[in-house]
């Protein structure tokens, strides 16, 4: 038992020393904040382009220039 706690001391010792040092095997998360405006200017972008293709494809179902076709169906058994 005193094996194991003198292992352990050992290696918080080596813990410590290693973030006195600044050798610290693990690197330090930064958070990186989200630019809230930054996606909803790109939102708003995204729905201006969407409503200026919804406009193109009113005018042109406005027109009558749409064709429709239909493929031949196979029939259900």
Sequence with gaps: MNR???AVVVLQ???LFSQWNGSSPV???YAQIPDAGAQR???IEEMKSL???MDKL???LESGRVQVKMAASEEKK
């Design 41 to 43: 200017r790109e939102v």
């Design 51 to 53: 409503n200026t293709k």
């Design 4 to 6: 194991v706690l003198v």
């Design 58 to 60: 009113m005018e042109l």
């Design 27 to 29: 690197t330090p998360a």
């Design 13 to 15: 010792g080596l813990i």
